[in-house]
């Protein structure tokens, strides 16, 4: 199923301010679409109003073409998950995965052959008689899956699915959610405020941030080609350094520590803010004089994660390859990095990426 978002407004009763405004979107049919953000900036609301349970205040809902902003949600063909399953206690997987089919009334043999056939795609079959509570969290999590996939419906809308789950599971059924979509070929909208879930599942995503969408984009495209400071800070782990610079003359000078010529045209006097991700900065270690202290150190195993001062106060987050022997307190000479975005200080949008070593200013 298709869906188109055109301009949407939402404000709850009795507030002026809007909770999210002028949203618009065109997800494809069989794509994998997540909505990001902070808590609180509107993704759950614009779920629901995608589901029909609250009304849009302004702005057209399509799905497959149709106008849907009166359909009721039982004739918008979705199914939804839930972070909390919403399964009935009293009764077996079997029957809890039925319930949709048996209250539109379905014939017996045609509930019998979907649940069965959607217990299997889970890896259920073996548990349809025991009662929720007799199950794993990630197990209950399936449950809810199957009934989506038992009403075969072609939107499944998702909040937050994984979010009770311990990191192992989270990271197993992120895979087998990305499979189900896939072998089913459903079309999923699905919240997460876990960047790392929309990174490694989506083929789109929308991100929300105060009210408004801030980037829709291939998960790559977020990552390396932010439109603003906020996306860049939002994808990537430890978080991307923003360094405060001033343009003059074809060179930005960052913190008075790092000056680097660019090739943008920039203005002359005017203030940016330079993006650098940890794994970016060209790093000396091991020296006798440097011009950052270490504050922390983490040994990933693969990588090493550092956090060091500048002799100006300046807090780098920095990591490293492989395992570097390297302790707090010790000096480290930070050389400068291998690429960077300049945002611009006013508005926070990007406004070039650079390629370079910067200098020590
Ligand atoms: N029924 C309601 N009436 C009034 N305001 C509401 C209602 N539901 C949500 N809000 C407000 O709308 C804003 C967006 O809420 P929403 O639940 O959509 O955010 P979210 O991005 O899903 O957050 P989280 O990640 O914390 O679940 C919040 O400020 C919230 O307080």
């Known amino acids: 199923m298709s869906i188109q978002l055109k301009h949407l407004v939402?404000?709850?009763?009795?507030?002026?301010?809007?909770?999210?405004?002028?949203?618009?979107?065109?997800?494809?049919?069989?794509?994998?679409?997540?909505?990001?953000?902070?808590?609180?900036?509107g993704k759950s609301t614009l779920l629901r109003m995608i589901a029909g349970i609250i009304p849009i205040t302004s702005g057209n809902l399509y799905l497959n073409g149709q106008r849907a902003n009166d359909l009721e949600p039982k004739d918008r063909k979705l199914s939804m998950v839930f972070q909390s399953y919403a399964l009935y206690p009293f009764l077996s997987v079997f029957d809890n995965v039925a319930f949709g089919l048996k209250a539109r009334k379905q014939p017996k043999d045609v509930i019998k052959r979907r649940v069965e056939n959607a217990l299997e795609l889970v890896n259920l079959t073996e548990f349809k008689n025991r009662k929720p509570k007799d199950l794993s969290g990630g197990q209950r999590q399936r449950v809810a899956l199957a009934r989506a996939v038992a009403n075969e419906s072609k939107l499944c809308l998702m909040d937050e699915p994984l979010s009770n789950l311990d990191a192992q599971l989270r990271a197993k059924m992120r895979i087998e959610l990305k499979e189900l979509q896939r072998k089913l070929?459903?079309?999923?909208?699905?919240?997460?405020?876990?960047?790392?879930?929309?990174?490694?599942?989506?083929?789109?995503?929308?991100?929300?941030?105060?009210?408004?969408?801030?980037?829709?984009?291939?998960?790559?495209?977020?990552?390396?080609?932010?439109a603003n400071e906020f996306v860049a800070s939002f994808f990537g782990t430890p978080q991307i350094n923003l360094l405060n610079a001033v343009y003059s003359n074809?060179?930005?000078?960052?913190?008075?520590?790092f000056k680097v010529e660019v090739s943008e045209p920039l203005i002359d006097g005017h203030k940016y803010k330079v993006g650098i991700r940890p794994n970016q900065f060209k790093v000396k270690?091991?020296?006798?004089?440097?011009?950052?202290?270490?504050?922390?150190?983490?040994?990933?195993?693969?990588?090493t994660m550092i956090e060091a001062s500048l002799d100006n106060g300046q807090e780098l987050r920095i990591v490293l390859n492989g395992q570097v022997d390297i302790r707090p307190q010790e000096l480290i000479q930070v050389e400068g990095a291998e690429s960077f975005f300049i945002f611009d200080s006013d508005d926070r949008s990007l406004v070039g990426i650079q390629k370079g070593v910067l200098e020590n200013a």
């Open 10 to 41: 939402k404000k709850y009763d009795g507030s002026d301010t809007p909770v999210l405004e002028n949203v618009s979107a065109h997800i494809e049919d069989n794509e994998f679409f997540a909505i990001v953000g902070p808590s609180g900036c």
């Open 185 to 226: 070929g459903l079309t999923v909208i699905y919240v997460t405020h876990d960047q790392v879930e929309a990174m490694t599942m989506a083929d789109h995503v929308m991100v929300l941030n105060h009210h408004h969408i801030q980037q829709i984009d291939t998960p790559l495209g977020v990552y390396q080609h932010p």
């Open 250 to 257: 074809g060179t930005l000078t960052m913190d008075n520590r």
């Open 285 to 303: 270690t091991g020296v006798n004089d440097g011009n950052a202290r270490v504050t922390s150190v983490s040994q990933l195993g693969d990588r």
